[in-house]
């Protein structure tokens, strides 16, 4: 599985553009990558998931250059209650099963 | 609400004893997955049952085991516990995807255990 690395914890402001970078430099030709939050004592919840290129859904958006070697997790307009717990993570997608490696992950917080 | 539940929310025992943490799944997912949550090591996938058959196994130790039964709720036994279990153990589930990979797990609202 490709290792992930991204920022232990970020500050942001209420509205602003929030951009969380992962890095997985050894990402295989046929790994997806998602993207989970999760609340102080409460289980992760499914954000995005994309291969390349850009994903969007009612939520937030996922941008993957071409080398695939990175992604940003981008959260417009964030409010209090975005402060979680974000994971990134890259999944194999061949092997016919779904286990979730989760790293550590960012500490997103979000200020009046 | 993922629509996973889990029971019980919180559960306190001492050192030697065994508990059963319950997790029923989304309506008509046949995956089940177990993860713990401990401050320490983070979270953690334990195992993986699909269609009532153990399907991965993660970081699971040899005193926990699990199964699905035939209505597809799954059981998660830990014995012989140690101080060191205490932690959120969750529950997710999910549907056989329809149209390419899917990655996204339910997650319940987890079983908080405490060993004291």
């Known amino acids: 599985l490709a290792k992930t690395t991204q920022p232990i914890s970020m500050d942001s402001y209420e509205g602003q553009e929030v951009n969380i970078t992962c890095s997985h430099n050894?990402?295989?030709?046929?790994?997806?990558i998602t993207w989970y939050q999760q609340f102080p004592s409460q289980g992760p919840r499914f954000i995005i998931q994309?291969?390349?290129t850009k994903v969007t859904n009612e939520v937030a958006s996922l941008f993957i250059p071409a080398d695939r070697k990175s992604s940003t997790l981008s959260l417009p307009r964030v409010s209090l209650s975005d402060t979680a717990v974000y994971y990134c993570l890259v999944v194999p997608g061949n092997t016919g099963f779904q286990k979730l490696v989760f790293g550590t992950g960012t500490r997103l917080l979000v200020s009046p | 609400d993922s629509g996973v539940t889990q029971t019980p929310k919180h559960l306190i025992t001492a050192t030697g004893q065994r508990v059963t943490l319950r997790c029923s799944p989304r309506?008509?997912?046949?995956?089940v997955y177990w993860y713990q949550q401990s401050l320490d090591q983070g979270l953690q996938f334990l195992i993986q049952?699909?269609?009532?058959?153990?399907?991965a196994k993660g970081n699971i130790l040899e005193r926990f085991s699990a199964q699905q039964f035939p209505d597809l709720h799954s059981e998660l036994n830990l014995s012989s516990l140690e101080l060191g279990d205490s932690a959120l153990y969750f529950c997710a589930s999910s549907p056989k995807p329809t149209s390419g990979p899917s990655y996204e797990q339910y997650f319940g609202p987890g079983t908080r255990l405490t060993v004291t």
């Open positions: 049952y699909y269609n009532g058959e153990e399907r």
């Open positions: 309506s008509g997912d046949l995956s």
């Open positions: 994309g291969y390349k």
């Open positions: 050894n990402i295989a030709t046929n790994d997806y």
